[in-house]
């Protein structure tokens, strides 16, 4: 009897393994032809715009995620997850595949000529009469709930700190467009219009990374390419992958009299870059121990940072 019964469910469970493969076949073939148009019509609109290269802006589909459990057991949920990998291994980890098109890793480059201004002038978001910098974002439909709670969650800690706010987007003209392209990465400062971000839905929603993605949309670069970076960490040239040169070139930047941050959620990890695991492309100085590549959340700093560009509060 028990035999028997154990068959029988044995059965079903097999048929509604089939049956759920069956529906998350059909429903990803329908998504790739129905999404084929939509993005081909976006590529065309946002190239018109920004020229982003085709490799940047390519989309997986997927089946809606009560298939996605019921096909996939082994699928977790996007909530944050404390892995060890630093945040700017695994941002270049996801971006492998089309490091070609973006600079220092993960900042996609716009190419008008006006929309480079930002990448030598701070471009910020403007300040509205209240003392608030209002930033209107639209999150993509194409993430699950439990996904966009993970990103509006990395804001509401801006909201906290900062006199940024990052509010849902109605008819403003300009506003970021979050959206699961492949990889992560953003463009720096305010550019204009509809300016994606790109939080890859695999590989980038994690609390660290989307407040990485959106410093750079506020207008940041990475840590260590400061202007003074050179008294606080030892670039190792000969370790650095050939295609990876120049994500180490120090910049002209804007240090708003705060000091060199090694905790900063926008500093690169040692092993970023690397030609191999075992050796670090940066090095601290002179405390070789000091930990970098943090992936949690923002670092005091980062909070003084973005409250002293926006001057938040007063602050200059
Ligand atoms: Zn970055």
Redesign the pocket.
């Known amino acids: 009897m028990g035999g028997k019964l154990a068959s029988i469910l044995a059965l079903a469970l097999l048929l509604s393994i089939s049956h759920s493969a069956h529906v998350g076949d059909k429903n990803d073939r329908h998504e790739t032809n129905e999404s084929s148009d939509i993005s081909s019509r976006i590529l065309n609109a946002h190239k018109a715009t920004y020229g982003l290269e085709d490799e940047l802006l390519h989309e997986q589909s997927r089946p809606d995620q009560d298939q996605h459990v019921k096909i996939h057991g082994e699928y977790v949920s996007t909530e944050e997850t404390n892995e060890s990998s630093d945040i700017s291994s695994r941002?270049l980890e996801a971006n492998k595949d089309i490091s070609d098109h973006l600079m220092?890793?993960?900042?996609a480059l716009p190419r008008t000529r006006n929309a480079m201004r930002c990448l030598y002038y701070d471009c910020k978001w403007p300040k509205s009469r209240s003392g608030l910098v209002e930033v209107p974002y639209n999150i993509s439909d194409y993430y699950y709930a439990s996904e966009k709670r993970t990103i509006e969650r990395a804001m509401a800690a801006l909201h906290e700190k900062t006199c940024v706010r990052f509010v849902p987007h109605t008819n403003q003209l300009h506003y970021l467009s979050i959206e699961s392209k492949t990889g992560c990465w953003s463009l720096v400062g305010r550019i204009g219009g509809k300016q994606r971000v790109s939080l890859n839905a695999f590989s980038c929603l994690q609390n660290g990374i989307v407040q990485?993605e959106l410093l750079?949309a506020l207008g940041f670069y990475?840590e260590h390419t400061r202007s003074d970076r050179d008294q606080y960490v030892r670039i190792n040239w000969e370790h650095v992958s050939a295609g990876a040169i120049s994500n180490f070139k120090k910049r002209d930047t804007n240090n708003l009299d705060t000091p060199y941050d090694y905790s900063s959620v926008?500093h690169y990890g040692r092993y970023a870059d690397s030609t191999s695991r075992l050796h670090p492309t940066i090095t601290p100085i002179p405390d070789a121990s000091m930990e970098i590549g943090q992936r949690n959340e923002l670092s005091e700093i980062d909070i003084l940072k973005i409250n002293k560009l926006y001057k938040c509060g007063g602050l200059q």
């Open positions: 941002i220092e890793g993960d900042v990485h750079h990475h926008m």
